[in-house]
């Protein structure tokens, strides 16, 4: 097997271990106030890391792969746009506020749903 192909499949992998990494470290930050800082910086290079992957993963992409994951980010980056001018509305009408730490996992949900009809299209 080449590097390549390798690095493909470790890639996408890592990400999402970082991902899970990070978003752990940054929902016991409330709890854990001794070890704020310790956590704040697992979360901080667990970012870093999940950033390396994701740039490692897009960058071994064919055209063909890379036109399906720009149309998928732009399908998840406007509808993020749409949820979040919906959400400011619905905090002007006196809803409540959403916590941030689900807007990360929303937009790597919405890319993983914009990545389905475009890679089918293709």
């Known amino acids: 097997m080449d ?3 390798s690095g ?14 990070s978003t752990a470290a940054t929902g016991l930050l409330q709890r854990l106030r ?6 704040l910086g697992l979360a901080i290079a667990s970012t870093a ?3 390396w992957c994701l740039l490692r ?6 055209e063909r792969e890379r036109q399906i994951n720009y149309r998928a980010l732009t399908f998840a980056f406007i509808d993020m746009l749409i949820f979040s001018l919906a959400i400011g509305f619905a905090q002007s009408l006196g809803f409540h506020s959403v916590s941030w730490l689900g807007i990360p996992a929303l937009m790597v949900s919405l890319w993983s749903l914009g990545l389905i009809p475009y890679s089918w299209r293709y």
């Open 3 to 5: 590097q390549l192909a």
């Open 49 to 51: 890391c999940a950033d």
């Open 8 to 21: 493909r499949r470790a890639s996408p992998f890592g990400f999402n271990i970082v991902v899970i990494l």
């Open 57 to 62: 993963f897009l960058c071994s992409c064919d």
């Open 34 to 39: 001794d070890l704020r800082s310790m956590l």
